[in-house]
């Protein structure tokens, strides 16, 4: 099982940027795929997750409204589409999946997950 993040970087206030979590080793209809993100002396926060389920997406504090989480299920490759960034969103940022479709709520808000990337950079410069 492998997911790999890119995407990060350095943006300007009010800027946008597309982070990419590609996934391999695991069938996506049995997971919910999220993203969450940790900065230095912060609390690590769930952002988004998605799912091949009816309700398919979440969303959690900070991305409501400006965070848009999909998927190209023919790459295997599940998207952040990051919008108005701010400073205070600089963080690192991962991907991680979660064995169980409907299982969101244990990844972004409990933190859990059965599998996790190694994170990209992100960095909003004022």
């Known amino acids: 099982v492998q997911l790999v993040e890119s995407g990060g970087g350095t943006v300007q206030a009010g800027g946008s940027l597309t982070l990419s979590c590609t996934f391999s080793?695991?069938?996506?209809?049995?997971?919910?795929i999220g993203w969450f993100r940790q900065a230095p002396g912060k609390e690590r926060e769930g952002l988004a997750s998605?799912?091949?389920?009816?309700?398919?997406?979440h969303y959690r504090g900070s991305a409501k409204g400006r965070f848009t989480i999909s998927i190209d299920n023919a790459k295997n490759t599940v998207y952040l589409r990051m919008n108005n960034l701010k400073p205070e969103d600089t963080a690192e940022y991962h991907c991680?999946?979660?064995?169980?479709?409907?299982?969101?709520?244990?990844?972004?808000?409990?933190?859990?997950?059965?599998?996790r990337g190694q994170g990209t950079q992100v960095t909003v410069s004022s």
């Open positions: 998605i799912a091949n389920t009816e309700d398919s997406t």
């Open positions: 080793g695991f069938n996506f209809d049995d997971y919910v």
């Open positions: 991680a999946a979660d064995w169980d479709a409907m299982s969101w709520y244990e990844l972004l808000v409990m933190g859990e997950y059965d599998f």
